[in-house]
């Protein structure tokens, strides 16, 4: 993963536009209000779903009782995002394309829930340092490192990204890897209904991040550090997957 340069004087009114005075910038803390926001519709939406879904979380002991982590988990389903909350009463970080906090109100919201904007498709410096303010104040970051929803059951890895183990490295962070079974079932792709099937968490012991060399983080480390996280995923999703379906 390399470094983008900085943004164009054009990009920059364009990202002020953007998060602009509602305060939505790039990797900030959350305010208390929306935490508390936050909390508020985690209770009852954990109740809801557990009930609905059958809920099971395996490994919890595995989530680190105390400092900065990356979450990454598979990714099967649209769902993932909003479920992925029912692991831990902790709020979670999650990265979100820019455009989407264009809406003021979606904005809001988003921010509550724990997003924050980055610039999508690109290596951006931006992003890197959003999720580098996040983890330095001590908080949790979600990075999928498949980057987008994929299909099947196989966790290929030409779709894995370098982006959490080089935020990892960058960080001196371990990344916790999660597996989602029954996701995919419960909203399938192209359909809008969530069912009520079984949805099962098996969350995987942390990995600690690449070493670094001098400051740095070598480009062979994070390669390698993306493979070993690409094997423990797909080993937590076989196990989530095989549970979901019992």
């Not at 910038?25 to 209000?33: P, Q």
């Not at 935490?35 to 109740?47: C, D, E, I, K, V």
């Not at 059951?153 to 080089?166: L, R, W």
């Amino acid at each position: 993963m390399t470094e983008s340069a900085a943004p164009t004087p054009a990009e920059g009114s364009k990202r002020r536009e953007i998060v602009g005075d509602a305060g939505y910038a790039f990797g900030s803390e959350m305010t208390r209000m929306q935490r508390a926001g936050y909390m508020a519709l985690w209770y009852p939406f954990t109740l809801l779903a557990k009930v609905y879904f059958r809920v099971e979380i395996h490994g919890r002991e595995n989530l680190p009782s105390s400092g900065p982590f990356i979450i990454s988990p598979v990714h099967r389903s649209y769902l993932d995002t909003p479920v992925l909350a029912l692991i831990n009463r902790q709020v979670f970080r999650y990265m979100g394309k820019e455009s989407l906090w264009t809406n003021r109100i979606g904005a809001w919201f988003l921010s509550m829930m724990g997003g924050f904007p980055v610039q999508r498709g690109t290596a951006d410096r931006t992003a890197i340092q959003s999720a580098e303010a996040v983890l330095d104040r001590g908080e949790v970051l979600v990075m999928f490192p498949e980057g987008t929803r994929r299909e099947g059951p196989i966790v290929e890895a030409e779709n894995m990204n370098d982006g959490p183990s080089f935020i990892a490295g960058r960080a001196q962070v371990p990344i916790v890897p999660v597996g989602i079974g029954g996701s995919a079932n419960i909203m399938p792709k192209g359909q809008n209904m969530v069912w009520p099937r079984k949805l099962v968490f098996v969350i995987g012991e942390p990995l600690p991040p690449p070493e670094q060399t001098k400051g740095r983080v070598p480009r062979r480390a994070v390669r390698q550090h993306t493979d070993t996280l690409r094997e423990r995923i797909q080993a937590l999703y076989d196990d989530a997957q095989q549970r979901a379906s019992a």
